[in-house]
């Protein structure tokens, strides 16, 4: 199901279940379980391959975009964290460094 939100841009529910015809792959992943002695958790490695694939398809403003939602509290940090992962960390480090080069006393730096 596809509802729109405040913004008006278009989201899937909760309720929807991603599906891809994957009969090949299917079958690659049967190889390999049956390689492995516990087999292999192929729940897991759809959700980091797709946590991978989200995060490689997005710019780098995108990103920032997806930040800015994040901090407003638009998007939940679970989904910041698929979305943009480290860049989380690494912003707020970037933030902390700008804001103490800001505090530093500027006296003298500057000649008149």
């Known amino acids: 199901m596809v509802v729109e939100n405040e913004s008006g841009n278009k989201m899937t529910t909760n309720n929807d279940k991603i599906q891809f015809r994957g009969k090949v792959e299917k079958e690659a992943t049967q190889v390999v379980d049956q390689l492995r002695l516990g087999g292999i958790n192929t729940s897991e490695l759809a959700r980091?391959?797709?946590?991978?694939?989200?995060?490689e398809t997005l710019s780098e403003e995108e990103k920032i975009?997806?930040?800015?939602?994040?901090?407003?509290?638009?998007?939940?940090?679970?989904?910041?964290?698929?979305?943009?992962?480290?860049?989380?960390?690494?912003?707020?480090?970037?933030?902390?460094?700008?804001?103490?080069?800001?505090?530093?006393?500027?006296?003298?730096?500057?000649?008149?």
Not at 83 to 88: P, Y
């Open 48 to 55: 980091r391959g797709l946590q991978e694939k989200l995060r």
């Open 65 to 112: 975009t997806l930040h800015r939602q994040y901090e407003q509290g638009e998007l939940s940090e679970e989904v910041a964290e698929i979305l943009i992962g480290d860049a989380l960390e690494e912003i707020a480090r970037e933030r902390e460094a700008f804001e103490e080069a800001a505090e530093l006393d500027r006296s003298g730096v500057f000649q008149q």
